[in-house]
C-alpha cells in the first residue's frame, strides 16, 4: 500500500492500552474493519469471521463519519455485548470505503 494511492484510505485506532495505531486500509479488496485492524496484529478476535455473530470486534466510533445504520444482527449483538456505549458498532460490519478516510475508533475492553 503506499501514500497517494486512490485505493486507500487512512484510518485512526485506538487499541486497548490506549497506543494510537496509524493504518492504512484499501477500498478496493471488501474489507471491514475488524479484517483490517487484524492485518496490522491488532488484538481483534472476529471470532465468527465477521458474521455479527459474537462481539469479538467490538469498538467504538469517535470521529464523525456517516456508517450505516446497524443490521437487527449487529444490534442484537451488540445488546449482549460488554461495554457498550451509543458509538458501539462491531468492526466486521463497518465496510472499508472512500468515505471513510480518516474515521478514527477504539477497541472496546473485552468482557468477563
Known amino acids: 500500500m503506499t501514500v497517494?494511492?486512490?485505493?486507500?484510505?487512512h484510518v485512526k485506532v485506538t487499541d486497548r492500552e490506549g497506543r494510537v495505531h496509524h493504518l492504512e486500509a484499501p477500498?478496493?479488496?471488501?474489507?471491514n474493519m475488524m479484517e483490517v485492524c487484524r492485518s496490522y496484529g491488532l488484538p481483534v478476535e472476529g471470532i465468527c469471521g465477521g458474521m455479527a455473530?459474537?462481539?469479538?470486534?467490538?469498538?467504538y466510533v469517535l470521529s464523525d463519519h456517516d456508517l450505516s445504520e446497524p443490521s437487527e444482527?449487529?444490534?442484537?449483538m451488540l445488546d449482549q455485548a460488554f461495554f457498550v456505549r451509543s458509538t458501539s458498532r462491531?468492526?466486521?460490519q463497518i465496510k472499508i470505503t472512500t468515505d471513510l478516510d480518516g474515521l478514527e475508533v477504539e477497541l472496546a475492553p473485552v468482557g468477563e
Open 73 to 76: 444482527d449487529e444490534e442484537n
Open 53 to 59: 455473530l459474537c462481539a469479538s470486534c467490538h469498538m
Open 90 to 92: 462491531l468492526g466486521c
Open 4 to 9: 497517494g494511492d486512490d485505493n486507500i484510505i
Open 27 to 31: 477500498t478496493d479488496m471488501a474489507l
